[in-house]
Each structure stands twice: as C-alpha cells, then as structure tokens.
C-alpha cells in the first residue's frame, strides 16, 4: 500500500464520515431542537 493509496483512504472516509453527520444532523434537527442547541440552524445560515 503507496502513502498516496492510504492518503486516499483517510480523505474518502473523512468525507464519509462527515457527510454522515451532517445528514444525522440535518434529519435530526425538527426531532432534536433543544437538544441540538442551534447548531443545525447556524450550519444552516452559513450557507
């Protein structure tokens, strides 16, 4: 296994793993307001 093989691993499961969350978080949110604390509705103005 090449470094440029492994470093392609890392970054797709990185992006895996954060597309994960933020769909957690995005189908969470009309669920989970107070416990979520906002922070669905920052992401969602930063867009």
């Known amino acids: 296994m090449d470094i440029e093989d492994a470093r392609f691993l890392l970054t797709m499961a990185a992006v895996l793993i954060v597309g994960l969350l933020l769909a957690v978080a995005a189908g969470s949110q009309p ?9 669905g509705f920052r992401f969602v103005r930063r867009q």
């Open 31 to 39: 669920f989970m307001r107070r416990a979520d604390h906002g922070f």
